[in-house]
């Protein structure tokens, strides 16, 4: 392949834009947490409020600062909203699947709630909770496959930037309380499916659809969170063991059956209705606006575009503008 010395900046730049705008919503969210931390002590509402308000703030700015951004473009086109309310359905179908199969193996039991072992008991404020639980996903979402991975699409490929920003998931649940290396790895397979949400079916909406039904059935089933115990109703799955299976005290997402879910959602980025908006995603805008990047295929057409850029790029906008069938 020629080397190009002006693809090869616009690559470096877009790179550094990428690691300016993750830069700027960490300081973002620091700042907004800094603030909320008079007001409460709750870690859940300190963790997800400022990560969600810090990456919506840096979005924002660079919808109006930076040439050819827009929101629909990252994949939040009115076309694909019916995505969210899919990728919602699609994974609270996976998890009580998931529950059903462990209760029938004998892997799992319902046990009496114990309000010693949940660290956040939401049963009386299951309203709040579900909130905090939504902008926990709207956050994560914005964070890792909005903005970002446009511009480490435009860097490295869209199947790069999947890639890149499914391992920075699997980092920023690093710290959770029992975390394993199967649970990391586990969690960057999850991330990747709600990359290929983005990448592929360019819906940004339907990734935060997958990722937040997962997260509100598991809470409502009384399944433990990524090592998190919260609870929205008084049911309290334990999964007993193997924990290398079943997940054990660090819930699902820490054992091997995690892969029938991770297989669900991945079905269901391929196949549930409403995923596909019409926009043109960013990623897809090169050194001279029309140039496409090589990377994931999606069913409305080429993800990437051509390479080539001129006419191969002009002819690709066709198929990303038709919806699904």
Do not use: K
């Amino acid at each position: 392949m020629e080397f190009s010395l002006a693809g090869a900046r616009h690559r470096a730049w877009n790179l550094a834009l990428a690691c300016l705008a993750i830069l700027a919503t960490v300081v973002c969210a620091w700042m907004v947490g800094w603030a909320l931390a008079s007001l409460t002590s709750n870690p859940v509402l300190l963790s997800a409020v400022p990560l969600a308000l810090g990456s919506l703030a840096v979005t924002a700015l660079a919808v109006r600062a930076v040439p050819g951004l827009t929101w629909d473009g990252i994949g939040l086109a009115r076309g694909g909203l019916p995505g969210l309310g899919w990728g919602f359905v699609a994974a609270v179908c996976a998890c009580g699947l998931l529950v059903l199969a462990t209760l029938a193996s004998g892997l799992g039991e319902y046990v009496p709630f114990d309000p010693e072992g949940v660290r956040f008991d939401w049963r009386d404020w299951w309203l709040g909770g579900t909130a905090l639980l939504v902008a926990g996903a709207f956050g994560e979402e914005f964070f890792t496959r909005g903005l970002a991975l446009q511009l480490l699409a435009r860097a490295l490929t869209p199947a790069g930037a999947v890639v890149a920003t499914s391992v920075g998931f699997g980092l920023l649940h690093g710290a959770n309380p029992g975390v394993t290396v199967l649970a990391q790895c586990n969690t960057v397979l999850f991330g990747a499916v709600f990359g290929l949400a983005v990448a592929w079916r360019r819906s940004l909406w339907l990734a935060i659809g997958l990722h937040l039904g997962w997260n509100l059935c598991m809470a409502a089933l009384g399944v433990n969170l990524s090592g998190i115990t919260m609870r929205l109703t008084a049911l309290s799955l334990s999964l007993g063991s193997p924990a290398w299976l079943t997940g054990g005290e660090y819930g699902f997402e820490g054992g091997l059956m995690a892969s029938f879910g991770i297989v669900t959602l991945a079905a269901a980025v391929g196949f549930v209705p409403g995923g596909s908006v019409q926009a043109r995603p960013f990623w897809q805008g090169g050194i001279d606006g029309r140039q496409g990047l090589a990377g994931v295929s999606g069913r409305n057409g080429p993800a990437g575009g051509s390479p080539a850029g001129g006419e191969a790029g002009e002819a690709d906008v066709g198929p990303a503008r038709r919806a699904d069938p």
